[in-house]
């Protein structure tokens, strides 16, 4: 079993930044790649970033190229998603998720956090 829990949502005005956090704990080998997905209203939750915790190298949507950046402190079990220069369309629910493969697609993680909101104004 894994729990993961995220905080550092809020509201920004376009161009701002924001950093999320998640906190994973549980069964190690179910966590070897943390991922950060992110769901609109109406629309379908789609992969942001992912990381494998143990090297660290990353993998991102097209969208967000080069304005977030994905990272990870195994010393705190966090894996933390840095989003600069955001815009509207950025505004979603963000949500923390646990695998073992490396993947942007959601059916790949078993475990999820409760989400936590970002919004953008323009």
């Known amino acids: 079993q894994v729990r993961l829990v995220e905080s550092g949502g809020g509201s920004v005005q376009a161009g701002g930044s924001l950093r999320l956090s998640c906190v994973a704990s549980g069964n190690t080998a179910s966590r070897r790649v943390i991922a950060w997905f992110r769901q609109a209203p109406g629309k379908e939750r789609e992969g942001v970033a992912s990381i494998y915790t143990s090297s660290g190298f990353a993998n991102y949507f097209d969208a967000v190229k080069g304005r977030f950046t994905i990272t990870r402190d195994n010393a705190k079990n966090t894996v933390y998603l840095q989003m600069n220069t955001l815009k509207p369309e950025d505004t979603a629910t963000y949500y923390c998720?646990?695998?073992?493969?490396?993947?942007?697609?959601?059916?790949?993680?078993?475990?999820w956090g409760q989400g936590t909101q970002v919004t953008v104004s323009s």
């Open positions: 998720a646990a695998g073992s493969v490396f993947s942007l697609t959601r059916r790949w993680y078993n475990y």
